[in-house]
């Protein structure tokens, strides 16, 4: 199953990145999802870890994102590897997804100083 290679949600979740919006991101969240940013780390509503990004974008708004890695794996979730870049610091983001019900969905996020 080869739905993040060329897939719209992919290209979708990454400008979401790109732009610091989180609102956008958390389209694409699932339910209920991990979220390791920084200091914070633990599994949170769809709303909660919209608030969550949401104040990691304000503090640490966008200079550029690089996907380094993407791909499927075997259990058939797929996933993104990225370096959000700040004026101040990077950041390695790691994004897993898996489809449910024809949709795709973070299930989770990690934002981690370089």
Do not use: C
């Amino acid at each position: 199953m080869a739905f993040i290679t060329a897939d719209k949600p992919a290209d979708d979740i990454t400008s979401a990145i790109r732009n610091g919006d989180a609102k956008s991101l958390a389209k694409y969240f699932h339910t209920n999802l991990d979220v390791t940013i920084s200091d914070t780390e633990g599994t949170y509503s769809k709303a909660q870890a919209e608030m969550i990004v949401k104040d990691f974008f304000s503090k640490n708004p966008p200079k550029s994102y690089k996907i380094n890695h993407q791909g499927n794996s075997t259990d058939g979730s797929g996933f993104i590897i990225g370096t959000y870049t700040t004026s101040q610091t990077t950041f390695k983001n790691y994004i897993l997804l898996k489809k449910f019900a024809d949709k795709i969905h973070i299930i989770q996020l990690r934002f981690e100083k370089e």
